[in-house]
């Protein structure tokens, strides 16, 4: 299996790169699309440099390598995750606006009906986020905000992500045990 990763300049790196450790573990082939802006929140929030956060993908390309074989629907993936995904680059995707790698390959996962979730980071949120959000929603884009669950009980931040990447993982179909499941009550 094959998944693209998508990492833009939204706070929240950190989303992306314990996304490609986790899916590496699983043994999923990723395509790993690191944003110039991605790239420099690399450097603000995390101690990871770029070539780390590179060599956790099978492959990885730049942003404006627009003849990468992930930018044709020819070349068959599982799908795409963007995570963290900045509002330019969700707005980019819901207006077709293939500026870069990220948004086309996004549009192929579209075209060819393969799964795209993403993970928007932004608070507040403008009535502009919310219907491009919306639209992507209708479009069947997986938004998934991630938004910290405290039924698991999270001790740690990294519970925290991990839970969220659980959803990610859930939306592929992929077994993990990232946090505990919700059993109900009593």
Same mark, same amino acid.
């Given at each position: 299996m094959e998944i693209i990763v998508g990492i833009t300049g939204a706070s929240g790196v950190i989303y992306g790169i314990r996304l490609l450790e986790v899916l590496k573990?699983?043994?999923?082939? %990723?395509? $790993?699309? *690191?944003?110039?802006?991605?790239?420099? %929140?690399?450097?603000l929030e995390t101690e990871y440099d770029l070539d780390q956060v590179k060599r956790k993908a099978y492959w990885?390309?730049?942003e404006d390598d627009l003849s990468a074989r992930i930018s044709s629907g020819s070349y068959k993936t599982k799908g795409m995750i963007i995570a963290p995904c900045s509002m330019k680059t969700l707005s980019a995707i819901a207006s077709g606006y293939n500026y870069n790698l990220i948004a086309r390959a996004a549009s192929v996962c579209l075209k060819e009906q393969?799964? $795209? #979730?993403? $993970?928007?980071?932004? %608070?507040?949120l403008s009535p502009v986020d919310l219907e491009n959000m919306l639209k992507l929603?209708? *479009?069947?884009?997986? #938004?998934l905000p991630p938004v910290p669950a405290f039924y698991a009980a999270p001790q740690s931040i990294d519970d925290i992500i991990n839970h969220t990447l659980g959803k990610v993982l859930d939306c592929f179909d992929l077994s993990h045990n990232l946090f505990r499941r919700w059993n109900g009550v009593g």
């Open positions: 573990e699983l043994e999923v082939k %990723t395509h $790993l699309i *690191l944003s110039n802006w991605g790239a420099r %929140t690399l450097e990885s390309y730049e393969r799964k $795209l #979730v993403i $993970l928007p980071r932004e %608070t507040p929603a209708r *479009l069947g884009v997986v #938004v």
